[in-house]
């Protein structure tokens, strides 16, 4: 149930409060302080910013409130410490929204990976790759250093924390550079490589831009000693016979329009972790290493390519 909806500003709540049909039925607030005073609060969404988004997580941790937070959670290594420890503290769930670890054809991947489909998991490539700009609706503040941060940070982590969820694995080395090559608009560079070796030696490649003419991309290639995954294809041993990759029908997180997203399930799984004491399939606890790998690369790219060790958090 519904019971606060709070912004900084009160039009903006207005706004979407009519969309959802929940207009006069709920108490409008521009504090977060006044919202988590309520004793009918036992779950608060986070939708900020990254610059505020940490201070306010650790606000509804301290109050004793569970939390869905909207990624990335931390703007800096030192926030995400904090939230960590401020969660860890107060004992309650947190659900991350790394929602493409409900996207079906992600799910189907893990299974596979895990069942043994591709053998060993040898190379991966992931990316976050499109134009933003100015007809993104949160373009004025995605483009700053201060609120938007990186490729990385802002789009990137989405493509990290899927290829971990599928494979499994932790980081334990990264490596990146950083370039602008057409925009002058972004406070940050534009466009990002890195490359990233895992603690049983695979290694993947990450790519994000906000400067290329191009749609929405999300490419997904997962390659192993027995099979390969290639945006929504399929080639393993286990098909004897195979002639040609076979296409998974399923919906890919190929899409920027974020109504196709699992949100409900992500949410569904919070609430069942809250009734059953149970955890969440993203909680901070787990996604502190997403973040951890993105401030690693942009520490590598600022160093010119240095490679950086990880974990960077004890």
């Excluded at 969404?45 to 941790?61: G, H, M, N, R, T």
């Excluded at 080639?235 to 196709?260: C, F, R």
Aim: net charge negative.
């Amino acid at each position: 149930q519904v019971v606060a909806a709070g912004s900084r500003r009160a039009e903006q709540v207005h706004e979407r409060l009519v969309e959802t049909g929940l207009e006069g039925q709920v108490s409008v607030y521009t504090s977060l302080e006044d919202i988590l005073a309520l004793d009918e609060v036992d779950v608060v969404s986070i939708c900020l910013p990254a610059d505020i988004q940490a201070e306010a997580a650790i606000k509804v941790a301290k109050a004793g409130k569970h939390a869905l937070i909207e990624k990335p959670v931390p703007k800096t290594l030192d926030e995400m410490r904090r939230v960590r420890d401020a969660f860890r503290t107060a004992g309650v769930k947190s659900q991350v929204s790394f929602v493409l670890r409900w996207n079906p054809f992600v799910e189907i991947a893990r299974g596979l990976i895990n069942d043994g489909w591709l053998g060993k998991v040898t190379y991966s490539r992931m990316g976050y790759l499109h134009e933003l700009g100015p007809a993104y609706a949160s373009y004025k503040w995605l483009r700053t250093k201060k609120s938007g941060g990186s490729t990385v940070l802002l789009g990137g982590c989405h493509a990290i924390d899927t290829l971990r969820y599928m494979i499994s694995r932790e980081a334990v080395e990264v490596s990146a550079f950083a370039t602008t090559v057409s925009r002058t608009d972004f406070e940050y560079d534009s466009t990002c490589a890195s490359t990233i070796r895992f603690d049983d030696d695979s290694l993947a490649h990450l790519a994000t831009s906000f400067e290329l003419y191009m749609p929405y991309t999300f490419p997904i290639e997962i390659m192993g000693s027995r099979g390969a995954m290639r945006d929504g294809k399929l080639w393993s041993h286990k098909l004897e016979g195979q002639t040609d990759w076979v296409t998974i029908p399923t919906h890919m997180p190929d899409s920027a329009d974020v109504a196709n997203h699992p949100f409900q399930a992500e949410i569904d799984d919070l609430v069942d972790a809250i009734l059953n004491d149970g955890e969440t399939r993203a909680p901070i606890e787990d996604t502190v290493k997403t973040h951890q790998i993105v401030f690693a690369i942009e520490q590598s790219a600022a160093a010119g390519g240095k490679p950086v060790k990880l974990p960077l958090l004890d």
